[in-house]
């Protein structure tokens, strides 16, 4: 899609004013639902996103059971007040998609051996959408895992970047995302250094690829960082008691 | 120990060769790393890391943890229930609740057929006593039996009534291994 608005100044400056290798204002908080196993809220730019993990439970339909692992069914929904114009609810083409390549990055950071015939399930909601909502969506999944204490190898973060008027920006916004040239989401195993989910919407030539495949790794690494700071706030206070517990364990033992 | 010992899914812990992968912990290249967010423990005398978790954790039925259980099918031999809670839990069951009661499980006295102790629909509370290969309960002990029971004339809950349950709605009598406190659990509160 062409158009006449100029998304990148003379310069380097965005529509928004940011630079080509800044994200958005993220910000994450761990465990708001009361009945969810696990959850995560997360703000990334205009996008709200809610992510809440429910399980291992038995899995249901019993036929989809795997009797030597579990199965991870991630449930990415957009709110119909979620977009301008009202979307049509309920799962459509594009959010079939989401969800299962949500699902299969899930499969690969969490133990699922250990929990074998059951289901986990994370369902994920976007309230509020504005570009990047996968990368939003498998961020507060991470999150949301972790909280509900699912054992996993690895902490799972997205982060996109794109092109925009033959510039390679990291993060696409709402307009850039729309006006631009390219769209790569990319989701990372940042400990053992995996990609685990990695679309591509547009065209990049081979050096513009490697060059944003880049700069989302970069910004994935800049997440993890922001989604562990969550977690981490939202159980300081647990950590105190637990502390003083330390203290006293060794004198003990001996 | 440190201070502030808290880790994170995936951060290395120790190695193979110096402790053995514990609870909350897995191993990857001879490196036992942490897989759930929490404080790190070494249990000195069996040589185990251990990850103390922050978050709740999934629930998994261990050997003698006491549960609540739903009659599902009863048989002259053994009573085949579905756990539906674990005592001192909050998170519902990960895996298999499907489980029997063994006619030799079910009291200290001979029982002969199974069937006429528990009638289906019934919550007991049981204790596991094995898991693998497949979930056995007992409700021997003293506070194990029956906290529920359906009238299986009117389906209406039985009341008890000196040691004896009555329904209250067509009077019908009947017998249980009943727990001591049967009729007066909350179970909405466990």
């Not at chain 1, 579990?70 to 114009?85: G, L, P, Q, T």
């Not at chain 1, 092109?163 to 989401?185: S, T, Y």
């Not at chain 2, 899914?9 to 897995?26: K, M």
Request: proline fraction near 5%; charge should be neutral.
């Amino acid at each position: 899609m062409k158009s006449d608005i100029k998304l990148i100044d003379g310069h380097g400056k965005r529509l928004d004013g940011r630079k080509a290798d800044e994200l958005r204002k993220i910000k994450i908080e761990a465990g708001v639902l009361h009945r969810a196993d696990g959850s995560c809220y997360l703000e990334w730019g205009g996008n709200k996103v809610l992510a809440a993990v429910y399980g291992p439970r038995e899995a249901i339909p019993k036929h989809t059971q795997n009797p030597l692992k579990a199965i991870v069914n991630a449930r990415y929904n957009m709110a119909s007040f979620s977009v301008e114009d009202r979307k049509r609810p309920g799962p459509d083409r594009r959010s079939v998609e989401i969800s299962k390549v949500i699902s299969e990055a899930l499969e690969r950071v969490i133990l699922i051996e250990q929990f074998p015939r059951t289901m986990i399930n994370v369902n994920i909601e976007v309230l509020d959408a504005e570009a990047g909502t996968r990368c939003a969506g498998l961020t507060a999944a991470g999150v949301a895992l972790a909280d509900a204490g699912i054992p996993m190898i690895d902490i799972p973060v997205a982060c996109a970047a794109g092109k925009i008027d033959g510039h390679v920006v990291l993060d696409l916004g709402q307009k850039e995302d729309n006006f631009g040239d390219a769209d790569l989401p990319l989701g990372l195993a940042p400990r053992i250094n995996e990609v685990i989910l990695l679309q591509m919407d547009g065209h990049l030539t081979m050096d513009e690829f490697n060059k944003a495949f880049e700069l989302a790794h970069h910004g994935c690494l800049v997440v993890s960082e922001m989604q562990k700071k969550a977690l981490l706030e939202k159980y300081e206070s647990v950590v105190q008691p637990e502390e003083v517990v330390q203290d006293v364990q060794p004198e003990e033992s001996e | 120990m440190k201070k502030n010992n808290v880790v994170m899914p995936g951060d290395q812990l120790s190695t193979s060769e110096e402790l053995l992968p514990g609870d909350g912990t897995f191993e990857e290249n001879g490196i036992i790393r942490a897989s759930r967010m929490g404080t790190y423990h070494v249990d000195e005398k069996y040589k185990r890391a251990k990850v103390q978790p922050l978050t709740s954790i999934p629930v998994i039925l261990r050997k003698g943890d006491i549960v609540l259980a739903r009659i599902a099918v009863t048989k002259p031999s053994m009573i085949i229930t579905d756990i539906i809670h674990v005592i001192g839990k909050e998170r519902s069951i990960s895996g298999e609740t499907n489980s029997t009661i063994h006619a030799s499980e079910i009291s200290q006295s001979y029982i002969k057929d199974a069937s006429t102790e528990y009638k289906v629909g019934d919550i007991v509370r049981a204790q596991i006593i094995q898991v693998q290969p497949s979930i056995q309960l007992t409700t021997k002990g003293r506070e194990l039996g029956a906290i529920k029971a359906l009238c299986t004339k009117c389906r209406r809950p039985l009341v008890k009534h000196d040691n004896a349950l009555e329904c209250q709605n067509c009077g019908n009598k009947e017998r249980r291994t009943i727990a001591p406190d049967y009729g007066n659990v909350d179970i909405k509160a466990l």
